[in-house]
């Protein structure tokens, strides 16, 4: 592996791998891995909707589930008699999108895996007494966003659509998408997106990156003891949609993250963030960068907190 440049808080380093001599064995990524779990379920919201009649539901951040009569059947068919539950989870914030071990990582119309420009994360669960429905007609879901005339598309995650999967998202080629705005019961307007929904599982609403500039590859080095199976590394774009790429490779050899897929277009602006817990604390930190293929970002400084001094840090940058 050849490494063309890298960029740290001090400035450039030089070219070639990052030495280390303070290296320490690796840690171990139990508390880490069930962080994303501990993050995750206490922001399942529930609701109880009876499945005769018309029921809107606005959740905390402002995302609206609007549920038709006769929405809901049993798996053999027969017409739920009753209230069904509703569970719900909605991320705007990438403080919380990175807590809970998500991204917008998806694959786009070459099918390589890029950030996507993303306007809302959520997750949706029915159950009625506490087994699976299914769907015989979608729930309309409204998402607030200040970001108008978007071209913008419904994707899933088909491969992994539990609410703990490490979640990929693909474009839901029968998603529908439309701006609408929504009136609250206080008579105010507010601006956002409309999908429609017809299955359980993880949604986003989101676009695909067009920037037309060449692309390549990013790399970071973090600190000893370190790799995938216990931290994360995320690049977390400065726009005004959400986009965080997740860094999917780690190169024993050199000792560095790497989202590895080449997808990512040069020049663009953003933050490299590093998230670990090797024990009951975060430890965290970041570096200011300007994409470039090739690139090394260097995580030198971490801070210690709870999961809400990580979020607040991120929320942030």
Known sequence: MAFLACSSDSGDCKIGPVENPNQQAVIDSTAYRQSGRDCRLPRVQTFKVFNFSFSEIVADQGTVLMVTPKTFSTPDGTLVDGEVTLSLIEM???????????????????????????????????????????????????????????????????SCPQLECTV????????????????????????????????????SIARFNENQTPRGTLYNKAKPGYNTSNSNTFLYYDASSTAIGMFTSFDTENEVFSEQYGEIPNN???????????????????????????KITVTRDLQSGSETSLIAYINNL
């Open 92 to 158: 705007y914030q990438p403080g919380e999108i990175i807590a809970c071990q998500l991204s917008t990582n998806g694959l786009n119309q070459n099918q390589k895996v890029e950030p996507l420009l993303s306007e809302s994360i959520f997750y949706l669960n029915a159950t009625y007494n506490g087994e699976p429905v299914i769907f015989n007609q979608s729930i309309q879901v409204f998402v607030p966003s200040e970001n108008q005339n978007l071209e913008l598309s419904l994707f899933h995650s088909p």
């Open 168 to 203: 990929l998202w693909e474009i839901e080629q029968q998603g529908t998408i439309f701006e609408k705005p929504y009136t609250n019961a206080s008579g105010d307007t507010v601006l956002g997106y409309r999908a429609f929904v017809q299955n359980t599982g993880w949604r």
């Open 268 to 294: 663009t602006p953003g933050e490299v963030i590093f998230v670990g817990k090797p024990e009951t604390e975060f430890m965290f930190g970041s570096s200011a960068v300007i994409t470039k293929d090739g």
